[in-house]
């Protein structure tokens, strides 16, 4: 069996489990978490983790964030002198970064169609280093979920401490780990 059908099984069967409806926003987050090499070919086969949201009786929606940094770029006015500059690219032009990229999340999850049986699948998340922290856009955004937030997360998991890309020191965070046969 794949590293991936192993990871889509794991999240069938998360997804399969009964949803508490009175648990805490943190508790409502899947980080979905893999080798940051199989990136490609897990994008490659989103659509079995859709196959197997649908088979558990729930509804996906997905978003992805790899161009929201080009996105806020090409929207900034000194975008300009960002490029001809790039160590001015720092401190509060990236809070508004976080700020861009936490509104596009809480938007996707606050769409007519997002119900308590959603689960909302978010790719994307290592295209966010190191102008931002998936912790911090999760935690912050994290308010809106009504359903599931399913999180693809190129890293490690080890206990309640999460890795993106072993970029960082670790994050602990109260999210559900979901593995393949392998911890990451």
Do not use: C
Not at 30 to 48: C, F, T
Not at 63 to 84: C, K, N, P, R, V
């Amino acid at each position: 069996m794949s590293v991936i059908d192993e990871l889509a099984d794991s999240f069938e069967r998360q997804a399969r489990l009964p949803w508490k409806r009175n648990i805490s926003p943190a508790e409502r987050v899947w980080l979905v978490v893999y080798d940051p090499a199989i990136e490609r070919r897990l994008r490659a086969q989103i659509g079995e983790f859709q196959h197997r949201a649908s088979k558990s009786g729930h509804t996906w929606t997905q978003i992805d964030l790899t161009d929201s940094f080009g996105e806020w770029m090409s929207q900034h006015e000194y975008a300009e002198s960002f490029f001809e500059e790039p160590e001015l690219l720092s401190g509060a032009a990236l809070e508004a970064f976080d700020d861009f990229v936490v509104s596009k999340l809480v938007a996707a999850l606050n769409r007519d169609e997002i119900d308590e049986d959603t689960i909302v699948a978010v790719l994307g998340t290592g295209a966010l280093f190191p102008f931002t922290r998936a912790s911090r856009v999760i935690e912050t955004a994290e308010s809106s979920i009504r359903g599931r937030l399913a999180v693809f997360f190129p890293g490690h998991h080890s206990g309640s401490n999460y890795r993106l890309l072993d970029a960082r020191d670790g994050w602990n965070y109260r999210a559900i780990p979901i593995i393949g046969g392998q911890e990451s």
